[in-house]
């Protein structure tokens, strides 16, 4: 072996030093391509609000304790974005714009856009789909539901979207029969809810839950698909210990697992 000339020795002592954590990075490469884990995409608002910044942190957190890899589907993103993942999560944020007299409150159009495509592709390869708050109303609309303000109904704003923090959680009724009711194991639950929008039809979707004084629907799910459920309350946040979110987000990321990859998933027909 030839002797390296003194203006090689910096280029062989980089080597040196760069072959050990290349090949490690190299074997660590190889084995998550063979032990693929389940990613999910988590559709959140481009808004900077601090709201807004904490559903999408919350979610992610959820998710990421229940063991999925998170991939950020910001609006504008494309549809292929899908084609990776093995589930989608639509998170809360900003009120879905409507046209109607009603329709009042910070809009953000780009992403009802960006949404609507992402979900309907979703269902159309059947993703399991979980939404939150918003994503939960994006779901109903889509299966030719409807949504109203509640707003200008003082006893409905008081309770749905309050100042207090405490009168965030009230109770809701569980549907017999229904996916969300095996999940959570019970047929009344205590949850945290805030909206200024609620759903007034629920188009193809089953109603899964309604607000046990009100009767406001609060889940819906849709029979057709693998899995695809609308919660109005908030699961992913796990400061409330009483609170049974955690069970749903466990089961979304489970059954995304355990749905065929990206590759080998039958799509359905327009």
Same mark, same amino acid.
């Given at each position: !072996? ?12 980089? /080597? ?11 074997? /660590? ?11 999910? /995409? ?17 979610? +992610? ?74 994503? !939960? ?8 539901? +409807?949504?109203? +303000? ?54 193809? /979707? ?65």
């Amino acid at each position: !072996m030839a002797t390296p000339r003194p203006l090689e020795w910096p280029l062989h002592l980089m /080597a040196l030093l760069l072959t050990p954590p290349l090949f490690v990075l190299t074997l /660590a490469t190889r084995r998550l391509k063979r032990k693929r884990g389940v990613r999910v /995409a988590l559709s959140v608002s481009d808004s900077l609000s601090p709201v807004h910044v904490f559903s999408a942190m919350s979610c +992610s957190l959820a998710l990421a304790r229940a063991g999925a890899e998170v991939v950020v589907a910001r609006p504008g993103v494309g549809k292929d974005i899908l084609g990776d993942v093995d589930g989608v999560l639509f998170s809360g944020g900003e009120d879905i714009h409507r046209d109607d007299d009603d329709a009042s409150g910070r809009f953000n159009l780009v992403r009802d856009e960006t949404e609507k495509t992402l979900l309907e592709e979703a269902l159309r390869r059947d993703l399991p789909v979980l939404g939150i708050c918003r994503g !939960m109303q994006l779901l109903a609309v889509c299966r030719g539901g +409807s949504l109203a +303000s509640h707003k200008n109904d003082p006893q409905k704003h008081h309770r749905h979207l309050p100042r207090i923090l405490g009168s965030l959680l009230h109770e809701v009724e569980i549907s017999e029969g229904t996916t969300l009711r095996k999940i959570l194991g019970a047929p009344r639950l205590k949850i945290l809810s805030i909206h200024g929008e609620h759903v007034v039809s629920s188009g193809d /979707a089953v109603v899964a839950a309604r607000d046990a004084e009100d009767g406001m629907i609060e889940a819906i799910e849709l029979c057709e698909s693998t899995f695809a459920i609308g919660v109005q309350w908030h699961p992913e946040i796990r400061s409330i210990p009483h609170l049974r979110g955690a069970k749903l987000v466990s089961a979304f990321v489970k059954i995304a697992a355990t749905s065929s990859p990206p590759g080998d998933r039958k799509t359905k027909p327009h």
